[in-house]
T-cell receptor, first 115, second 115 residues
Framework: QQQVKQSPQSLIVQKGGISIINCAYENTAFDYFPWYQQFPGKGPALLIAIRPDVSEKKEGRFTISFNKSAKQFSLHIMDSQPGDSATYFCAASRVRTGTASKLTFGTGTRLQVTL | KAGVTQTPRYLIKTRGQQVTLSCSPISGHRSVSWYQQTPGQGLQFLFEYFSETQRNKGNFPGRFSGRQFSNSRSEMNVSTLELGDSALYLC??????????????FGAGTRLSVL
C-alpha cells in the first residue's frame, strides 16, 4: 500500500522557471513532511521540511505548501537552475509516536532544468 | 564533521549467498536507519537502531537483519540472497529520538548486485 503518492514522475523546466512537485498522503497520523534531493551516485539530502501546523514554509528558492484538509503538500522551486537537476522525493513520518526516522517516501520526481 | 560512511560502495554476490553491509554514522549521532532503494519499489524503510536496540522495523522478511554496536556503527545482513535483493542500500544517521523531527542524514549507499 503506497501511502505517499508523488507526481509528476518527471519534469522538464526551463532555467528561471518554477518547478512544482506534488505529493498526497493517506495516513492522517503523519506529522512531519520532508523533501529530499538526490543526485546520481549520492544519497538523498534533506532540502526542506514542514510540520502540519503551518501552511507554508520558505527557505531561499524552495517553498513547501501544505494543505492539511486535502492531505496534500507540494514543493515549489523558484528560479530553477541547471544545478537543481536531480531527483526529488517527498516523505512523511510520525514524530509524535517516536517514529520520525521511519520515513515513508514518495516515488520520486526526476527534474531536468534546461538552459 | 565527516558524513555518513558506508562500506563497501559496490558489491556483487550470487543467489543464496549472504552479505554484510557497514555504516558509520556522523560523529555524535546515535540513531541509524537503513533503507532499500530500487527502481520498482523506490525507497523503503528497513529498520532503525538506537542504543544497540532495534526501535522500528519495516515490512521486510527475516532474511534482512541488522545490529548496532556501542560506538553507534551499524551493520545490516541479508542472508540467502535473491535476485530481487539487488538494490542500493542506504544508511541514514540522526541524533536520536529526541521527540523532534530527528533529521536523517544519508550516506552514499552500497550498491548490491545479486547474480
Amino acid at each position: 500500500q503506497q501511502q505517499v503518492k508523488q507526481s509528476p514522475q518527471s519534469l522538464i523546466v526551463q532555467k528561471g522557471g518554477i518547478s512544482i512537485i506534488n505529493c498526497a498522503y493517506e495516513n492522517t497520523a503523519f506529522d512531519y513532511f520532508p523533501w529530499y534531493q538526490q543526485f546520481p551516485g549520492k544519497g538523498p539530502a534533506l532540502l526542506i521540511a514542514i510540520r502540519p501546523d503551518v501552511s507554508e514554509k520558505k527557505e531561499g528558492r524552495f517553498t513547501i505548501s501544505f494543505n492539511k484538509s486535502a492531505k496534500q503538500f507540494s514543493l515549489h522551486i523558484m528560479d530553477s537552475q541547471p544545478g537543481d537537476s536531480a531527483t526529488y522525493f517527498c516523505a512523511a513520518s510520525r514524530v509524535r509516536t517516536g517514529t520520525a526516522s521511519k520515513l515513508t517516501f514518495g516515488t520520486g520526481t526526476r527534474l531536468q532544468v534546461t538552459l | 564533521k565527516a558524513g555518513v560512511t558506508q562500506t563497501p560502495r559496490y558489491l556483487i554476490k550470487t543467489r543464496g549467498q549472504q552479505v554484510t553491509l557497514s555504516c558509520s554514522p556522523i560523529s555524535g549521532h546515535r540513531s541509524v536507519s537503513w533503507y532499500q532503494q530500487t527502481p520498482g519499489q523506490g525507497l523503503q524503510f528497513l529498520f532503525e537502531y538506537f542504543s544497540e536496540t532495534q526501535r522500528n522495523k519495516g515490512n521486510f522478511p527475516g532474511r534482512f537483519s541488522g545490529r548496532q554496536f556501542s560506538n553507534s556503527r551499524s551493520e545490516m545482513n541479508v542472508s540467502t540472497l535473491e535476485l530481487g535483493d539487488s538494490a542500493l542500500y542506504l544508511c541514514a544517521s540522526s541524533p536520536g529520538p529526541t521527540g523532534a523531527e530527528n533529521i536523517q542524514y544519508f550516506g552514499a549507499g552500497t550498491r548490491l548486485s545479486v547474480l
